[in-house]
Nanobody, 116 residues
Framework: QVQLGESGGGVVQAGGSLRLSCGAS????????RGWCRQAPGKEREFVAR????????YYRDSVKGRFTISRDNAKNTVYLQMNSQKLEDTAVYYC?????????WGQGTQVTVSS
């Protein structure tokens, strides 16, 4: 069993920055893929970014490229999402995700609100 816990959400003005963190405990492994998804009110959950734990390679949805950066701290078993130049449309609940040996795990979500 794997447990994920997010932190770092809040309210930020458009153009500002926030950093989300996702710690993991339990049976994580080096072959995992960790990442972030988000869900805005009335919309489906969508992929934001992911990182391969083994080699650190990353992938982003087009709308966040150049603004968001996903990174990892192996020692802390934590994934981060640095969000810069935030836009109103970034407002959503952000969920941490881990894909480990064919099983998908989710955190409880953290609210990010971008205000004008």
């Amino acid at each position: 069993q794997v447990q994920l816990g997010e932190s770092g959400g809040g309210v930020v003005q458009a153009g500002g920055s926030l950093r989300l963190s996702c710690g993991a405990s339990g049976r994580t492994c080096s072959s995992a893929v960790r990442g972030w998804c988000r869900q805005a009110p009335g919309k489906e959950r969508e992929f934001v970014a992911r990182i391969n734990w083994s080699d650190g390679s990353t992938y982003y949805r087009d709308s966040v490229k150049g603004r968001f950066t996903i990174s990892r701290d192996n020692a802390k078993n934590t994934v981060y999402l640095q969000m810069n130049s935030q836009k109103l449309e970034d407002t959503a609940v952000y969920y941490c995700n881990a894909q480990i040996q064919g099983i998908s795990y989710w955190g409880q979500g953290t609210q990010v609100t971008v205000s004008s």
